[in-house]
Nanobody, 119 residues
Framework: QVQLVESGGGLVQAGGSLRLSCAASGSTFSINAMGWCRQAPGKQRELVAEITRDNSANYADSVKGRFTISRDNAKNTVYLQANSLKAEDTAVYYC?????????????WGQGTQVTVSS
């Protein structure tokens, strides 16, 4: 089993920055990819960014050039540096991880952290 705890959300003005963190615990040796998704009110959850164990990253078009995902495998932590924030970035941000147990793969989600960008 893998558990995730997020931190770093909050209220920020448009153009500002935030750094989200997500720490994994439990069977962390089995973790493969880690990532962030977000869900705004009335909208579906969408991928923001994801990163593999060997640091290959993928971003949603809406955040490319503004957000950076990184991970520290020694600390079992993934980060999302969000710069040049816009009002449309307001959402609950969820950390997630893909991990395996033998031949089976699982996805675990964090509890979510609110990011509010005021215009």
């Amino acid at each position: 089993q893998v558990q995730l705890v997020e931190s770093g959300g909050g209220l920020v003005q448009a153009g500002g920055s935030l750094r989200l963190s997500c720490a994994a615990s439990g069977s962390t040796f089995s973790i493969n990819a880690m990532g962030w998704c977000r869900q705004a009110p009335g909208k579906q959850r969408e991928l923001v960014a994801e990163i593999t164990r060997d640091n290959s990253a993928n971003y949603a078009d809406s955040v490319k050039g503004r957000f950076t995902i990184s991970r520290d495998n020694a600390k079992n932590t993934v980060y999302l540096q969000a710069n040049s924030l816009k009002a449309e970035d307001t959402a609950v941000y969820y950390c997630n991880t893909l991990w395996s147990n033998g031949p089976n793969s699982y996805t675990t989600w964090g509890q979510g952290t609110q990011v509010t960008v005021s215009s």
